[in-house]
């Protein structure tokens, strides 16, 4: 028996605790056995515990961090707004389980899961530029642009303001307008040589010359209407210049005596271009 070094009370000699008070005993036998083996690496169970808990707090992060990685690099193919959502997620948890926990896997998953955000970023960033210049293709102009009116003898047309007449006056049906990436144009005759009968293939043998002339390649053509009038379309690209073109030779009579119209939109694209609004403001004289 030996007093308790705190209370006072007596101990037995080999007890690593009070019974009273529950002060440690640095004299214990028990008591100096565990911290010699805490010493020479043998921890005691409860502490192995404490570490096997951890270490699998890090693996799940990390493994959950791998998944949501790998997730994200395939929904970036399809799903690009997901991907980014799925890759940042992946990203924080294997942060943490790297961080915090230093599991191995960790650094796997925060790999993948940055390949993720990059391939969601670029993919997104992509769709988002094909959609703008599709819209472009198809003639449709954004919410911040206005239309201005063109007024000839021939016709009334609106055209995006920033597309800006070069050439043509009030007295002529002619003009052309452009911009950086765009132009239109429009070119009138009176033919009475032409008519519905022969359109197609007075058309047809006009474009397939005049457009190799100027660079371009005849894609096809077919019979077809402008603006509510008899017409006949062909489709047109110059590799050199990097467009895509749609022309119409139009056949109308108007009150100027022009009756034959080639109006034509060259812009660069990788889309098949329409005329779009151009041909829907589009009003006859």
Partial sequence: MRDCINCGL????????????????IGSPLLSGSLALASAGVLPAYAREALSDTARRGELLS???LFLGVAATVAALFMPIVSLALASAG?????????????????????????GLLAGISIWGYALSQSQSLSLAQGRISSTSQLVGISTPCYNVKIDSGL??????????????????????VSAVNNPNISGANLNSVAQQVFSQAIP???????????GTFAGSQAYIVYANNAVQNTRGIFAMVLHQTYAHDNVFIVGRAIRTIHVPSFGPLEQDWQWK
């Fill in 10 to 25: 007596p101990v037995e000699s080999d007890a690593a605790f009070c019974g009273n008070c529950g002060q440690a005993q």
């Fill in 63 to 65: 493994i959950i961090g």
């Fill in 91 to 115: 990203l924080v948890l294997s942060t943490i389980g790297r961080s915090k926990y230093k599991h191995s896997l960790s650094l796997i998953a925060v790999i993948i899961s940055v390949i």
């Fill in 164 to 185: 800006h007449s070069v050439s043509g006056n009030s007295n002529s049906c002619n003009f052309d307008a452009s911009s950086g990436i765009e132009e239109f144009s």
């Fill in 213 to 223: 002339k100027s660079g371009g390649t005849y894609v096809s053509g077919q019979p």
